[in-house]
């Protein structure tokens, strides 16, 4: 594990210690981490036990799989779950610390002209589904649009036997960049989620009449709507049943077992930054809306997004309702072969950290 020689405040301790670094990386989604690195509260609270934080992605580019995989041994990660599955079915020694549950179950989108207005006109019809050639990680992308396919489909009184599923295979670059950047405020800003080589398979497909439908995320949905030319007609954020928002989250954050082992201490530290993060947005929604607004800029607006936040809470917690809806996902991503190994969630998740973490403030 990476180290280095810090001279401590003298209030916290007067001798010059090795300290722990620990590795971080946020996926670009409504968490709290996001709030503790922009306002400082990650590095102080790491600062007080010894340790500091080194964003992933400022990293050499052949390091940033481990934010798919989870390779790392000193690293945190907070986000959609789907990846943070994979990784623990795949056998990493992680540990879930932490979970935000995110009501947007996704949108199926069709074109304003294409005299579709309910899901179950699809019948019949072609439903695009993008597809990543790679097969390095997993296709966190896909799994997520078809759950929201399958949902939707299902509350219709249809299956996917029913309509034509076209894979949308993409082959292009990862990353818009493979250039190192510091935080995740400059790794994000500005990047553009319409139409494009690849996450705009979907809406490029969409637009040019070689799909009926696709589904969207809600941020993405906004997007897509403003130029008047695509419509929702199924808002699987809307229905009174939470297990259908079940979309890539509840975001997890997890932990390196190695890291969690030799130096708890980090890691309650790490969540003491996101409650105290957590905690500053369920008060000041405006102010973290120009936050993220500026992170997470598939959003279509600052308006709509302060809107958004409105629906979340975001103090991270392991509630039972929580750890359910990792179960659900987790038996969908093994149903439909996205995963090869079952494990125990409850036996996954560490609420101790948690715990130790809210005491300590």
């Given at each position: ?35 503790a ?8 609270e790491?600062?007080k ?21 989870h ?26 610390i ?18 579709i207005?309910?899901?179950?006109d699809?019948k ?29 489909l ?21 990353y ?6 510091k935080?995740p ?12 080589p ?12 070689d ?6 995320n809600?941020?993405?949905?906004h ?18 049943d ?26 309650v ?6 409650i ?5 947005v369920?008060?000041?929604r405006?102010?973290a ?12 607006g ?7 936040l409105?629906?979340y ?13 990792i ?12 995963i090869?190994?079952?494990f125990?969630v ?16």
């Amino acid at each position: 594990m990476s180290t280095s020689t810090l001279e401590l405040d003298p209030q916290i301790q007067t001798a010059s210690v090795q300290v722990t670094e620990a590795i971080y990386t946020i996926c670009p989604v409504l968490v709290a981490s996001h709030i503790a690195v922009h306002q400082g509260l990650l590095d102080t609270e790491l600062e007080k036990v010894g340790a500091s934080s080194k964003y992933l992605w400022s990293l050499p580019s052949a390091e940033w799989l481990s934010h798919f995989n989870h390779t790392l041994p000193n690293q945190f990660r907070d986000g959609g779950n789907i990846p943070a599955i994979h990784a623990r079915s795949e056998g990493q020694r992680t540990k879930l610390i932490g979970l935000t549950f995110s009501n947007d179950g996704g949108q199926i989108l069709v074109r304003v002209d294409s005299g579709i207005n309910k899901v179950a006109d699809l019948k019949g019809r072609k439903i695009g589904l993008y597809k990543r050639v790679k097969t390095d990680r997993v296709d966190f992308w896909r799994a997520t649009a078809e759950r929201g396919i399958v949902l939707a489909l299902d509350l219709a009184g249809l299956k996917t036997s029913d309509v034509e599923i076209v894979n949308l295979e993409v082959s292009g670059p990862d990353y818009p960049s493979d250039a190192p950047t510091k935080n995740p405020g400059e790794r994000f800003r500005g990047t553009w989620s319409g139409p494009g080589p690849h996450f705009g398979a979907e809406i490029d497909a969409l637009l040019a009449g070689d799909v009926d439908a696709i589904y969207a995320n809600r941020g993405r949905a906004h997007v897509f709507e403003r130029d008047g030319q695509v419509k929702v007609i199924e808002d699987l954020g809307l229905r009174p049943d939470w297990t259908l928002q079940v979309a890539n989250s509840p975001f997890t954050i997890t932990v390196s077992e190695e890291l969690a082992e030799e130096h708890p201490e980090v890691v309650v530290a790490y969540l003491r930054a996101a409650i105290k993060a957590g905690r500053w947005v369920d008060v000041h929604r405006d102010e973290a809306a120009d936050i993220f607004g500026d992170i997470i800029s598939h959003w279509a607006g600052k308006c709509i997004l302060k809107q958004e936040l409105q629906r979340y809470r975001f103090v991270p917690n392991l509630s039972a309702k929580n750890l359910a809806g990792i179960e659900i996902e987790k038996q969908f991503l093994l149903k439909h072969g996205y995963i090869r190994n079952d494990f125990n969630v409850k036996e996954w998740a560490d609420n101790s950290f948690l715990e130790e973490a809210l005491r300590s403030l």
